[in-house]
């Protein structure tokens, strides 16, 4: 079967950095997709990786590793906005989109 | 970038009656669309891929007597929550993805959403 994890939920402080992993296991892969989704709202679209590396996008980078089926998206300098849950999702060899549970990521003054 | 709008936003209804949901892509043309369903603190749950000009394809699970999906032009696909009941209320999502465009950012936009609530 075809099975993304992340954690649930994670706490940070406002300023600093976190660190959210995603591990899948996908029938092909096609690339991963990084989303940011706040409470009620639909997920807008943050980062795509197919190759191997880091992508850097401001204070947004994501990474990827093909042969260990691991990601992360890497958050600095955090603000109270970036409160919202973050869902990975890979594409898989079907095209379609795979989706993780998401980390609900949780941001304290 | 691309827009894709969903009306309504929100609905309540009584059990038994049944909604419709518009899906339109505003600047471009989709001829495929997909529908989600999100409960609380979950994430989203591919209900059915929408195909202009043909039947939906419908993921295991989602009844397709019960949820209606037409996809009659590039611009606009509708679900429709048959008969609908309290375990029905959810957020439900539509995406679209521009043909054939390359994969290199975003494969899907998503509309806004609309809250159901069947009373």
């Known amino acids: 079967g075809q099975n993304i994890d992340q954690p649930t939920e994670m706490t940070a402080t406002e300023g600093a950095i976190v660190q959210i992993n995603c591990t899948y296991q996908?029938?092909?892969?096609?690339?991963l997709f990084w989303y940011q989704q706040h409470a009620g709202e639909a997920p807008t679209f943050l980062s795509y990786n197919v190759l191997d590396g880091l992508e850097e996008k401001g204070r947004f980078s994501s990474f990827l590793s093909r042969s260990k089926g691991y990601s992360y998206l890497l958050l600095k300098e955090l603000q109270m906005k970036d409160s919202a849950s973050y869902l990975c999702a890979v594409l898989d060899s079907n095209y379609q989109l795979i989706w993780g549970a998401g980390t609900k990521l949780i941001i304290k003054p | 970038g691309a827009v894709v709008s969903q009306h309504p936003s929100w609905v309540i209804c009584k059990s038994g009656t049944s909604v419709k949901i518009e899906c339109r892509s505003l600047?471009?043309?989709?001829?495929?669309m997909f529908w989600y369903r999100q409960f609380p603190k979950q994430s989203l749950m591919l209900m059915a891929t929408s195909n202009e000009g043909s039947k939906a394809t419908y993921e295991q699970g989602v009844e397709k007597d019960k949820f209606l999906i037409n996809h009659a032009s590039l611009t606009l696909s509708t679900l429709t929550v048959t008969s609908a009941h309290p375990e029905d209320s959810s957020f439900y999502i539509c995406?679209?993805?521009?043909?054939?465009?390359?994969?290199?950012?975003?494969?899907?936009?998503f509309g806004p959403g609309t809250r159901l609530l069947v009373l």
């Open positions: 996908t029938s092909g892969f096609n690339g």
């Open positions: 600047d471009f043309q989709a001829t495929t």
């Open positions: 995406s679209a993805r521009i043909p054939d465009r390359e994969v290199t950012t975003e494969t899907q936009y």
